[in-house]
Every structure is written in structure tokens, then in C-alpha cells.
């Protein structure tokens, strides 16, 4: 059984930066694309960003563009999500999840999600 275990959530002001972290367990990482996505209140859960496999291939929502990069470590089976520069209408639960069908921004492709780490930004 996979799990999926975010952290590093919390409160913050904006423009500032937090860290992400994203530990699986069950299975190895390196077996999974891996995705962040967040759910703001009253809003449908949206794709923010993705990693392949090995690390080399990301992609990102146009909204976390250049301010927020995915990163992992296979070694550690964590992936990560820094966040910089942070604004008020990041605020949301990020999710974590994982994908055995390759890369993508759809939820749908992904199969397995952690329970979500609230991040809260104040203006």
C-alpha cells in the first residue's frame, strides 16, 4: 500500500517562503511521477506542478511559474515543493500525489494522494 505523507505547511505572510515536503512510503519514489496540486476554499482542486520519475522533466501551472519548484530525492523518497514569493491567493490545501501512467496535469491520472497540508497566506 502506498502512502503519501505532506508537511511543512503553515501559516505565512506574504512574499514569504515555505518548503514543502512529500514523504511515500510503501513503494520506491522513483517508481511514481509525482504531482502537487492544491484546493482553495470553494474552488475545484487544480494541478500546480509536476515531476518525472527521474527528475528531469517538470511542468508547472502558469500560476506557480517561476516562483515554485518541485524537486525530489529518490534516495529519501520525498519530493518537494519551495515556494517562494508567496501571495494571499496561494493560500489552499497542496496535495501530493503520485502517478504510475507518466506525467501529467489531469488529477485523474494520478492514484494515490496524501491527506493535504493546509497553507495559509495573509496579505
Known amino acids: 500500500q502506498v502512502q503519501l505523507v505532506e508537511s511543512g505547511g503553515g501559516l505565512v505572510q506574504a512574499g514569504d517562503s515555505l518548503r514543502l515536503s512529500c514523504v511515500v512510503s510503501?513503494?520506491?519514489?522513483?517508481?511514481?511521477?509525482m504531482g502537487w496540486f492544491r484546493q482553495a476554499p470553494g474552488k475545484e482542486r487544480e494541478f500546480g506542478a509536476a515531476?518525472?520519475?527521474?527528475?528531469?522533466?517538470?511542468y508547472y501551472a502558469d500560476s506557480m511559474e517561476g516562483r515554485f519548484t518541485i524537486s525530489r530525492d529518490n534516495a529519501k523518497n520525498t519530493v518537494y515543493l519551495q515556494m517562494n514569493s508567496l501571495r494571499p491567493e496561494d493560500t489552499a490545501v497542496y496535495y501530493c500525489?503520485?502517478?504510475?501512467?507518466?506525467?501529467?496535469?489531469?488529477?485523474?491520472?494520478?492514484?494515490?494522494w496524501g491527506q493535504g497540508t493546509q497553507v495559509t497566506v495573509s496579505s
Open positions: 500525489a503520485a502517478s504510475t501512467r507518466g506525467l501529467g496535469t489531469t488529477a485523474s491520472r494520478y492514484a494515490y
Open positions: 515531476i518525472s520519475r527521474e527528475g528531469v522533466t517538470t
Open positions: 510503501g513503494r520506491t519514489a522513483s517508481t511514481y511521477s
